[in-house]
């Protein structure tokens, strides 16, 4: 049985809170084992805990800041809008993709992919 | 090869164009033989050009209009929000679906599925 709507949504809501202020280990508690991350879609499939540790890392202690835009699930699966705004030094860059994830039907993630183009889904100000 | 980004973009604005005032015979021509839709995602797979055929002739000879969202394309798939709104009458209905399309290389659509809940993603005026 899919996980219900509001677990899911619930989820969604975790992980862009997360991804802003969370720590790796907190997001990849999200995933499922042996989950699969594919960011930006195109780019090579990383599978399993240690691989999602490891690309969470990457946002550890910086200042980051998200907001969620349209949310649409079905069928026990997500898709939605989020802008993630780093900032290092007095550069802020902003990343705006649409990410697609499968759930278990604990609501764990068993599959992210992220829908996004570096040379005209992120910019710097 | 995927398809271009460029291309991709003009098959979206297409479909969107053409789902407020096309027929079926045109929006199935986007279609590669064999494609899938899965709409909304969680129903039946349709497969093949009569199933799509089939699927869309619902819309023909609506009064329609639509308008695209956020579109981000990645890897020859792209994902896109945007809204359809029906009038029969003097009702209108509001769909807003975010909808996943994988291509060929020739910016043929071989897969569709479009992530909407009829309990939330539709509203009535």
Chains 1, 2 share one sequence.
Do not use: N
Not at 47 to 67: N, Q, V
Not at 77 to 105: K, N, R
């Amino acid at each position: 049985m899919a996980a219900s709507t509001e677990k899911i949504r619930e989820v969604v809501e975790s992980y862009i809170a997360l991804v802003a202020t969370g720590t790796a280990v907190e997001i990849a508690d999200l995933y499922a084992e042996d989950a699969t991350v594919e960011d930006p879609v195109g780019t090579e499939v990383r599978r399993g805990r240690e691989s999602i540790l490891e690309f969470y890392r990457g946002l550890e202690g910086m200042e980051a800041r998200t907001s969620l835009g349209v949310v649409r699930i079905a069928g026990g699966e997500a898709v939605f809008h989020f802008e993630l705004v780093t900032t290092v030094g007095e550069q802020s860059y902003t990343v705006a993709p649409i990410d697609h994830m499968v759930f278990d039907e604990d609501g764990r993630i068993t599959a992210m992919r992220a829908f996004w183009d570096p040379t005209t889904d992120m910019s710097v100000s």
